[in-house]
DNA sequence: GCCAACGTTGGC
DNA sequence: GCCAACGTTGGC
């Protein structure tokens, strides 16, 4: 079992969506880190920090699952998609994605100042300055310790 | 293969 | 809206 975050600007997706919708394929990444995470990396079962990006205040928000193996991107080959990407070639796809599914949202949000402040969250990808990437792993006592800042119980 | 220019992310 | 960080592109 590993630990993930996941970014999502809640203007365009937030937990309250995955909530709804259950399930949902994770499009429009478009950077290879990223991908190589979903498509090597992780495992059907995995948990990850569903986190808040572009928000006020941004921070972790809840927690969603891996649902199921790595398939490509419908979008990138969608020429009225924002993601559409012309040099992908449907024979071998660029970009791959996993479905996630909702397990929890945090009773109690846990914004990146806390995340920040917090010694026991030292290291931890996204609190480190610069860093963009939209998914990374996270240290399994990292991803506890979120969870109880967030009020939640794995 | 170097690297300058450019585009994007995302906190503030 | 600003801008630092940093990934990507493309000329050479």
Redesign the pocket.
């Known amino acids: 079992m590993r630990y993930w975050l996941i ?1 999502s ?1 809640p203007d365009a997706f937030s937990i309250d969506d995955l909530q709804r919708v259950k399930r949902e394929p994770w499009t429009g990444v ?4 990223a991908r190589n995470s979903m498509r090597d990396d992780m495992q059907p079962g995995d948990l990850a920090i569903f ?1 808040h ?3 006020t ?2 921070g972790s928000v809840g927690v969603a699952r891996v649902a199921g193996e790595a398939y490509p991107d419908p979008t990138q080959f969608d020429e009225k998609s924002d993601y559409y990407d012309p ?1 992908s070639n449907p024979d071998a796809p660029r970009w791959l994605l996993r479905d996630f599914e909702f397990v929890a949202k945090f009773p109690t949000p846990v914004s ?2 806390e995340m ?1 402040e917090d010694p026991a969250l030292e290291g931890m990808v ?1 609190t ?7 998914i990374t792993p996270v240290e399994a006592k990292h991803f506890k310790h979120v969870c109880k800042l967030g009020g939640w119980k794995p």
Not at 30 to 33: G, H
Not at 128 to 134: A, F, V
């Open positions: 970014k600007e478009r950077n290879y880190q986190y990006s572009n928000a205040p941004p040099k990146l100042t920040k996204v480190l300055k610069g860093t963009r990437l939209s």
